[in-house]
T-cell receptor, first 112, second 114 residues
């Protein structure tokens, strides 16, 4: 089983739509969770951290379910500029440094 | 504010040639530093990480090596490139010992081995 699994997509949605991405992780001791965004041929950029109580940043809402080892990202009112690959990221607990495991990403294409 | 630089941005090298990619971070002290590779259509693979000058940990056996000669400088090298070394190489930093674990990436170097 992969340490972080995501549906690769692509998710093709019209502008204004709401879209949700899901992610599962295998290490129950993981403590920190993130969503990164990666545009084509660019570096990943931190979109938001995911907190146990769930958190929102504008049109983006992240949820964490520790019992099910499941993370989600909801994007409301999709914009053309939201088109990108969204990476689910989980830290590896323990050790002297911060090692993150990246999912392979979910591709979102917002259509006009 | 912190910034991270990588160069070159793109590189085309023949098989068997040496490689040196450089990464520098500004605006922070004693960061953790990381080298990743992203092959075409694949996820990010952690290659090396460093928690301090001269301290390098390798994640996967490979044809590459890393060095950290200064606090905010991280170098990725190879003596002889293989075709399979082609990919998008990303350097990242994070806060040393911080309670949060997010990492911040440089713009990357796109390497094509021919």
């Amino acid at each position: 089983r992969k340490e972080v699994e995501q549906d690769p997509g692509p998710f093709n949605v019209p502008e204004g739509a709401t879209v949700a991405f899901n992610c599962t992780y295998s290490n129950s001791a993981s403590q920190s969770f993130f969503w990164y965004r990666q545009d084509c041929r660019k570096e990943p950029k931190l979109l938001m951290s995911v907190y146990s109580s769930g958190n929102e940043d504008g049109r983006f809402t992240a949820q964490l379910n520790r019992a099910s080892q499941y993370i989600s990202l909801l994007i409301r009112d999709s914009k053309l500029s939201d088109s990108a690959t969204y990476l689910c990221v989980v830290n590896i607990a323990g050790g002297a440094t911060n090692k993150l495991i990246f999912g392979t990403g979910t591709l979102l294409a917002v259509q006009p | 504010s912190q910034t991270i630089h990588q160069w070159p941005a793109t590189l085309v090298q023949p098989v068997g040639s040496p490689l040196s990619l450089e990464c520098t971070v500004e605006g922070t002290s004693n960061p953790n530093l990381y080298w990743y590779r992203q092959a075409a259509g694949r996820g990010l693979q952690l290659l090396f990480y460093s928690v301090g000058i001269g301290q390098i940990s390798s994640e996967v056996p490979q044809n590459l090596s890393a060095s950290r000669p200064q606090d905010r400088q991280f170098i990725l090298s190879s003596k002889k490139l293989l075709l399979s070394d082609s990919g998008f190489y990303l350097c990242a930093w994070s806060v040393f010992g911080g309670g949060s674990y997010e990492q911040y990436f440089g713009p990357g170097t796109r390497l094509t081995v021919t």
